[in-house]
Structure formats: C-alpha cells, structure tokens
C-alpha cells in the first residue's frame, strides 16, 4: 500500500475557518512534503519539513511532524475559496531518496 | 525562469497503439521522475532519471518504459495500449532528485486510450 495515508478524505468548511488535514505513513523517512492539486492540474509543492524538524510555518500553512507517530498534519488557517483543491502528503524515504511515495489525497471545499 | 512543460496536453489513442509523452524539465534541473495519476489508484510512480539514468522504477508492466537525454528532457513510452491506462501522466524535476527542496510539477498529459 501506499506509505502515506491522509484523514479525511473529504473536508467541507466555511471561508475563514482553519482546514486540518492529517497524513500517516509507514517507513523512516527523510522528509515529508505537502503538495496541492487544482482540478487535475499539476501538482503545487507547498512545504517541506525534514525528519529532524517538528514545525515549520509558510504564510497560511503550518506543518507539524512527529516521527514517533508517524504522522504529519497540514494547517491551513483563515481559509479563502482559492484554496479549495486536493491536498496530497507526499513522503521520501530515507531508503530510497528519488522515490517520492504520494498518499491518496484530502479533497477540500471552501464554501465563500 | 520556465516551469516543467509537458507535452502533449490531451491525448487519446486506440487500445494496442503506442504513445509517446514528453517532459522538459526546469533549466539546471537534472531529475525527472514521472507519474500516474488515476482516480482508483492514485498518484502512482512510474521512474526516475538523473543524468540520462533511470535511478528508480516503481511497480509498472515493462510496457512503461522512458528515458532521458544529455539536455535533461525526458520522454515516457507506452506501448500497446490498454483500456486501463488512462490517466493523467505527471513528470516532476528536480535539481538532484534527493527531495531536498521539492519538486516542481508540469501540467500533465491527460491520455485518454479508446
């Protein structure tokens, strides 16, 4: 199966709420990345934290990391109708550094 | 500077026909990898190419194949086409392909196989 898994699968919220997307995965790692999709276009890197770090903030985004859960969750404060799209996690083993393992995605709705 | 271009954008093809896709990566880049993208499955990896080498390869019959030339472009093939491989085809690039920094997606080529 594929090493990252994200909850929920669907999320629906109003403008201005926070959306929290979570991520678990199965090997070490080293580093987790998130990643957005608008309507089967490209996929949009957003963040990257590495396996040593716990937090990291971008604008709107905070990413935490707990290696010991393997697990990662994606923030998105103040949310605006632009950022309804699908949120992938994507992970790099430490095993094996060119092979980007992507979980199945958090589909987003941001309601104006 | 110019992002991942994939071309062609939209395909379709006839079940037992060859295609052909083709991904340029960004200017310095030397890794691309590509993927597959389907409802039911996912975003799935295909391979990967450094400096004209395939580095990686994922869980794909041998009718996927690629390869990349000394400019760092990148083509994927597949050959006798089936129902099942429609999808949405995603190449990335990157500077080293370790994941340190990201990876900068193209549009896709969406193949639609009839």
């Known amino acids: 199966s594929q090493q990252g898994e994200e909850d929920p699968q669907a999320l629906s919220i109003q403008e201005g709420e926070n959306a929290t997307m979570n991520c678990s995965y199965k090997t070490s790692i080293n580093n987790l990345q998130w990643y957005r999709q608008n309507s089967g276009r490209g996929l949009v890197h957003l963040i990257l934290i590495r396996s040593n770090e716990r937090e990291k903030h971008s604008g709107r985004l905070r990413v935490t990391l707990d290696t010991s859960k393997k697990s990662s969750s994606l923030l998105i404060t103040a949310s605006r109708a632009a950022d309804t799209a699908s949120y992938f996690c994507?992970?790099?083993?430490?095993?094996?550094?060119?092979?980007?393992?992507f979980g199945p995605g958090t589909s987003l709705s941001v309601i104006p | 500077k110019a992002g991942v271009t994939q071309t062609p954008r939209y395909l379709i093809k006839t079940r037992g026909q060859q295609v052909t896709l083709s991904c340029s990566p960004i200017s310095g880049h030397r890794s691309v990898s590509w993927y597959q993208q389907t409802p039911g499955q996912g975003l799935q990896f295909l391979f990967e190419y450094f400096s004209e080498t395939q580095r990686n390869k994922g869980n794909f019959p041998g009718r996927f194949s690629g390869r990349q030339f000394s400019n760092s472009r990148s083509e994927m093939n597949v050959s006798t086409l089936e129902l099942g491989d429609s999808a949405l085809y995603l190449c990335?690039?990157?500077?080293?392909?370790?994941?340190?920094?990201?990876?900068?997606f193209g549009s896709g080529t969406r193949l639609t196989v009839v």
């Open positions: 994507a992970t790099v083993a430490k095993t094996s550094y060119d092979k980007v393992i």
């Open positions: 990335a690039s990157s500077y080293s392909g370790q994941g340190e920094n990201g990876y900068t």
